[in-house]
T-cell receptor, first 114, second 115 residues
Framework: DAKTTQPNSMESNEEEPVHLPCNHS???????IHWYRQLPSQGPEYVIH???SNVNNRMASLAIAEDRKSSTLILHRATLRDAAVYYC???????????????FGKGTKLSVKP | EAGVTQSPTHLIKTRGQQVTLRCSPI?????VYWYQQALGLGLQFLLW???????NRGNFPPRFSGRQFPNYSSELNVNALELEDSALYLC??????????????FGQGTRLTVV
């Protein structure tokens, strides 16, 4: 499986932007970059995903490097409710690819200070 | 629309017993994933089913098994329970088949305690 590397933990102040980095130097051409987060005592929830272009949705933005070997999840204004473990995952979008699996790494634990 | 549902939400079993956990995916989703999350640890991938077939299996012993039914619901079976099997078992579903670039949705999990 393709691997991702994330910092173990990060801290942010409330109402400030947060940039969560992810390295994926072995990414293949058909791998999509997915982000999930897991709030305390809950199952993971989808945040955003993309292939090559930057993506925006109501929760966050995803900035993808031109060579696709790294990406950054951007939370524009962190709130206390954003405190969670954030996972960056590569998922193969090619039909029949075994990498279409969802393998979670250790993620980044984000703490938000009031 | 109903999300991913798992049953039961909690259960307590004795070491050596067998347990079956159930997962109903979101309507229209054909892929189901199972994960184990021990307390305070990350998600360990167990099994992935897509359109009724096992597509991938994580590094777990054979006493962990499962299946996917024609309606795409799924069961996870664990035989000969051990104390270290105590964990939250999470199920996720997504569109599958030829549509592999979409998001997955998780259930709230089944908390298994082995005593």
């Amino acid at each position: 499986d393709a691997k991702t590397t994330q910092p173990n933990s990060m801290e942010s102040n409330e109402e400030e932007p947060v940039h969560l980095p992810c390295n994926h130097s072995t990414i293949s051409g058909t791998d999509y970059i997915h982000w999930y987060r897991q709030l305390p005592s809950q199952g993971p929830e989808y945040v955003i995903h993309g292939l090559t272009s930057n993506v925006n949705n109501r929760m966050a933005s995803l900035a993808i490097a031109e060579d696709r070997k790294s990406s950054t999840l951007i939370l524009h204004r962190a709130t206390l409710r954003d405190a969670a473990v954030y996972y960056c995952i590569l998922r193969d979008g090619a039909y029949g690819g075994s990498q279409g699996n969802l393998i979670f790494g250790k993620g980044t634990k984000l703490s938000v200070k009031p | 629309e109903a999300g991913v549902t798992q049953s039961p939400t909690h259960l307590i079993k004795t070491r050596g017993q067998q347990v079956t956990l159930r997962c109903s995916p979101i309507s229209g989703h054909t892929s189901v994933y199972w994960y184990q999350q021990a307390l305070g640890l990350g998600l360990q991938f167990l099994l992935w089913y897509d359109e009724g077939e096992e597509r991938n299996r994580g590094n777990f012993p054979p006493r962990f098994s499962g299946r996917q039914f024609p309606n795409y619901s799924s069961e996870l079976n664990v035989n000969a329970l051990e104390l270290e099997d105590s964990a939250l078992y999470l199920c996720a579903s997504s569109l599958g088949g030829r549509i592999m670039n979409t998001e997955a949705f998780f259930g709230q999990g089944t908390r298994l305690t082995v005593v």
